[in-house]
């Protein structure tokens, strides 16, 4: 039996304000168990300038079980990071960061954080996503009249995906936008109520990110008037959608790449890290010559990219088109190149222009692995990133077989793809491996910002989770990605049972025509389900988190908030859990919400909970009673 320990988060049951400017008074608090002490002083320290700074907490009262202490808080930094110490009638000393409780002093990286940034749109916190790869969603009668680009494979809708180059690249099936538009009903039936596409530009490739024109959609796609027309049938469901900018690189196609190439002159020609004096060696991305990397010391590029009304990244945003936000891809690459690093300098430019010509936007930038360092508030409102949730699921959930694949090059390998790690496949962990890797990977994220998280099982970059899912895990999956804080996200196809072996495989044509199969059926009300109980609760969307059990085969969780809670078990087997009388209250008026679960009492006051085998179920609780 795990016994409860001091909590406090970023949510609303302990910091008063999570949108603060410089120079305001932010009150935070503490929630101590009656059991932890007693203790002689609580006080918060901060470390404004890189000095600190301490201020006494008060006691304000007590509920059934816990101690609450109260503390002001002075923002003076844009991330204004502060911990709580505890100081025991004993003499002993513990310090609360968002990474646990320790009995030595902590890292400021690791602190609770205020950020003075302004804040996303509060839209971005509520959302489900829904990702969709264009080429493979749904293909109008309209595309049938538009003529197979000079680097395609024509394929038909139901052919199988060719991973062996070219194909991996070139393969073409042909959806449009307008294919989109005639399948929103099915969007809107799952619930998801953010739709979040991969690139639109004209490029040489199925996957759009070798972009030749930032200017244009692909005619392939049905075009600028497509677009338009997408963009406003998702309005007018109340639904919102993003775009994919590549800030890293252009293709060699690119019109700025073509006027700088081989002519030192253009004005383009500051635009990428040309290496030889006639510009025709280059840098590129993981060397890809097909992908040139942008210089953004160039101020031109910077004009015509990222600046003000004119640029790129503002002409998506307003009308006629209207876009809700971008998602950049490769931000963590962005800007750097050996000593250089002008990531911040760009991040924070697009976050300006887009807050000046539409501050209802979001921006999210895809950092795949530890994002910490750029995820302080300043610019993105939350990452595509995987070890902090997707990961750590994987190696709880997933049972490989063993199924051969091919690979790029035609070899064929068995070992299952994991994120590109060559590691053997994908590691084994346990929950409690889960919860720490959760813990470790957002320790250093202000909660504001670990709420903007994209959190995926997979997407277009990744193998499908149901490929290696153990048997009876997907619910699990699933419902953690909708029940944990962060942005909850569908890759479209999950919800037919689709799988591919890793993230070209897994861009499958969605087979419209099976959505009655019995396993299909069953899959899409799971998702159903699920999503409607993220949506249906909003505790889940920006309550607290408190981790009230993490072992083998199962992990316990609360969402709270002063309305409502929600208890969560997730479960890879079976798994019979005493939880101390403390960790919960309001138990005995328990609403069950989803899952085939016991909850019950223990002879001495505990809380039992206990399934038969993989389990992903969830209760509705009383709210936090707030002194």
């Known amino acids: 039996m795990t016994h409860p320990l001091p909590h406090h988060d970023g949510s609303p049951l302990y910091v008063s304000d999570s949108a603060p400017a410089l120079g305001d008074q932010v009150r935070v608090r503490v929630r101590v168990p009656e059991t932890y002490g007693p203790l002689r002083a609580v006080r918060t320290r901060s470390n404004p300038d890189h000095e600190p700074a301490w201020t006494d907490a008060t006691r304000v009262g007590s509920t059934p079980g816990w101690e609450w202490w109260e503390a002001e808080v002075r923002v003076a930094n844009p991330r204004h990071g502060y911990r709580f110490v505890f100081v025991h009638e004993d003499g002993a000393v513990h310090w609360l960061n968002q990474s646990g409780l320790h009995t030595g002093e902590t890292l400021d990286a690791e602190d609770f954080a205020l950020v003075a940034h302004p804040a996303p749109p509060a839209w971005l916190h509520t959302s489900v996503m829904y990702q969709i790869f264009p080429d493979r969603f749904a293909r109008s009668t309209g595309a049938d009249d538009r003529p197979t680009p000079d680097w395609a494979i024509p394929a038909a809708w139901t052919d199988p995906v060719d991973p062996v180059m070219p194909g991996r690249v070139a393969q073409f099936y042909g959806g449009d936008l307008d294919g989109i538009i005639e399948h929103l009903d099915h969007l809107q039936g799952l619930g998801v109520d953010l739709v979040y596409l991969t690139p639109v530009f004209p490029a040489a490739s199925n996957h759009r990110y070798d972009a030749s024109s930032f200017a244009t959609v ?77 210089d953004w010391s160039s101020a031109e590029l910077r004009r015509r990219f990222i600046e003000g009304a004119d640029s790129v990244v503002a002409h998506w945003l307003k009308a006629p088109f209207g876009i809700d936000g971008w998602r950049i891809d490769v931000a963590n690459m962005t800007g750097r190149l050996g000593a250089i690093d002008l990531n911040a300098d760009v991040r924070q430019t697009l976050r300006e222009t887009m807050t000046a010509v539409n501050p209802d936007t979001i921006l999210l930038g895809e950092s795949t692995n530890d994002a ?71 320790a250093g994220i202000p909660w504001r910002v670990r709420l903007g998280n994209m959190q995926p099982l997979d997407t277009h970059d990744t193998a499908r989770f149901a490929t290696n899912a153990a048997p009876g895990t997907i619910p699990v999956a699933v419902g953690l990605a909708m029940t944990l804080p962060g942005l ?72 709270e908030s002063a309305d409502e809670t929600v208890l969560v078990l997730a479960a890879r087997g079976a798994a019979a859990i005493e939880l101390d009388p403390l960790a919960l209250s309001g138990v005995e008026d328990a609403e069950p919400l989803t899952g085939e679960a016991l909850l019950a009492f223990g002879h001495d006051g505990g809380v039992l909970l206990e399934c038969d085998g993989p389990t992903f179920a969830a209760w509705r609780l009383p709210g936090v009673h707030v002194v």
Do not use: C
Not at 397 to 423: N, V
Not at 525 to 553: K, N, P, Q
């Open 218 to 294: 692909d005619p392939l796609l049905g075009g600028d008037e497509a677009y338009q027309r997408l963009i406003a049938a998702v309005h007018e469901r109340g639904m919102r959608i993003i775009g994919d900018l590549t800030s890293n690189h252009s293709g060699d196609r690119h019109e700025w790449f073509r006027a700088a190439y081989g002519h030192p002159d253009a004005p383009e020609s500051s635009f990428y890290y040309f290496t030889n004096a006639d510009n025709t060696a280059y840098e590129s991305w993981l060397g890809y010559s097909s992908l040139p990397k942008f």
């Open 372 to 442: 910490q360092s750029d995820l302080q508030g300043d610019a993105w409102h939350g990452a595509m990133t995987y070890p902090s949730f997707t990961r750590p699921v994987w190696g709880w959930l997933s049972e490989p077989t063993g199924t051969p694949y091919l690979e790029a090059d035609g070899s064929t390998s068995t070992e299952p793809w994991f994120f590109t790690q060559p590691i053997g496949g994908i590691p084994r962990y346990d929950g409690a491996e889960v919860v720490a890797a959760i813990t470790r990977f957002t």
């Open 488 to 559: 909850p996200v569908v890759f479209a196809g999950d919800e037919f049972g689709l799988t591919g072996a890793d993230g070209e495989s897994s861009r499958t044509p969605i087979p419209w025509d099976s959505r009655t199969d019995p396993a299909i059926t069953e899959r899409m009300a799971l998702y159903r389900e699920l999503i409607a109980l993220r949506r249906d609760h909003a505790v889940l969307a920006t309550g607290g988190l408190r981790f009230v059990h993490a072992g083998a085969e199962a992990i316990v969780f609360v969402r």
